[in-house]
């Protein structure tokens, strides 16, 4: 992880490359004892609860929140997912709770240390939208491109959304369960080409293994597999 400047901003953010998120959510996961041995559903809430001592809470929030993570000087405080979507019991929306909170996972991993010191500007790191300076708002928690291309910026939400792909489905386990579906090898990792059918039926098997919806086996597929973009 390095610090680099904020845009048109003398501050500095954290940046942290795919490989360091990665053996940072592995390592925390093993450390919890909730990387199981073979590919299967991450027991999310399970982990913020014992990793960051957080019980997660359901509130009604305004339209269009998902969720938040209000962090304080030593951590992540509070951790609080919209109501509408908690109580919504549609697969599609509970998988949803299940990227939510690993996004706000995420933002507790690897953003704790900007709020640690009272003089840091924050208003001047995150967007306007973000009045409480001590939350951070998220709206969205999949998506895909360049920190800051398809982000808008928001280099907060792209590293956070990097952290759930790897908390909700390790690499190694990934690539144990997607290998065989895309016809790689120890020898040969490039995936055979694929159809679209083909490969949205990849997506959805991969989704229904870890208990994640198909956007984001997508979203990992494309992270790890670039040849399947």
């Not at 400047?5 to 795919?18: F, I, K, L, N, V």
């Not at 809430?45 to 359901?58: M, S």
């Not at 999949?142 to 990097?162: K, L």
């Not at 490969?199 to 790890?224: C, M, S, T, Y």
Request: hydrophobic share 35%; net charge neutral.
């Amino acid at each position: 992880m390095k610090q680099v400047r904020s845009r048109g901003s003398a501050t500095t953010h954290p940046r942290y490359e795919d490989h360091e998120i990665e053996r940072m959510c592995i390592d925390e996961l093993q450390k919890a004892g909730y990387l199981p041995d073979a590919p299967s559903p991450i027991r999310i809430d399970r982990f913020i609860e014992k990793r960051l001592g957080v019980t997660p809470e359901y509130l009604d929030l305004q339209p269009g929140l998902l969720g938040f993570t209000k962090f304080g000087p030593y951590g992540a405080e509070t951790i609080v997912i919209s109501r509408t979507l908690g109580e919504d019991r549609d697969v599609v929306a509970q998988r949803r709770v299940r990227t939510t909170l690993a996004h706000e996972a995420g933002h507790a991993l690897l953003h704790a240390s900007l709020f640690d010191d009272p003089k840091r500007q924050m208003q001047v790191l995150f967007d306007k939208e973000h009045t409480d300076l001590s939350k951070v708002l998220c709206r969205d928690v999949v998506g895909s491109g360049e920190e800051q291309r398809g982000y808008n910026g928001a280099w907060w939400e792209f590293q956070a959304n990097r952290a759930m792909g790897s908390l909700l489905l390790p690499e190694s386990l990934f690539r144990q369960a997607a290998g065989p579906l895309l016809g790689t090898g120890l020898l040969d990792p490039t995936p055979t080409a694929l159809t679209p059918e083909k490969k949205a039926g990849i997506e959805h098997v991969l989704a229904d293994l870890f208990d994640v919806n198909p956007v984001v086996a997508r979203f990992r597929l494309h992270q790890l597999y670039p040849s399947t973009r």
